[in-house]
């Protein structure tokens, strides 16, 4: 199992930026599809965003495409999401996701980093 680690969350003003990181082991997450999922209050959990082991194909949820940027550097086993032009919309916790078994539901999580985004 993964053992994940989210940093990077905290509090932005509405057009603002924050940049989430997850780190992981090395060996291991460098085989390992990952994804940014999140929850807000009252809310189910949702894919943010996705990408394959080497960070050559990407997918992201419609309303953040064009705002969010996920990436990775296997050599510093990290997992990156970049958020730009927050919205009000975008508070919730967001984890960190590895590993997806066979039906692409991912098998690792972190503990998760809180976003506030306020107005």
């Known amino acids: 199992q993964v053992q994940l680690v989210e940093s990077g969350g905290g509090s932005a003003q509405a057009g603002g930026s924050l940049k989430l990181s997850c780190v992981g082991p090395?060996?291991?997450?460098?085989?390992?599809?990952m994804g940014w999922y999140r929850q807000a209050p009252g809310k189910e959990r949702e894919m943010v965003a996705r990408?394959?082991?080497?960070?050559?194909?990407?997918a992201y949820l419609t309303s953040v495409e064009g705002r969010f940027t996920i990436s990775r550097d296997n050599d510093k086993a990290t997992l990156y999401l970049q958020m730009d032009s927050l919205k009000t919309e975008d508070t919730a916790v967001y984890f960190c996701?590895?590993?997806?078994?066979?039906?692409?539901?991912?098998?690792?999580w972190g503990r998760g980093t809180q976003v506030t985004v306020s107005s």
């Open positions: 996701a590895a590993c997806p078994d066979s039906t692409g539901a991912f098998t690792d």
């Open positions: 090395g060996y291991h997450f460098s085989t390992c599809a």
């Open positions: 990408t394959t082991t080497l960070g050559r194909s990407s």
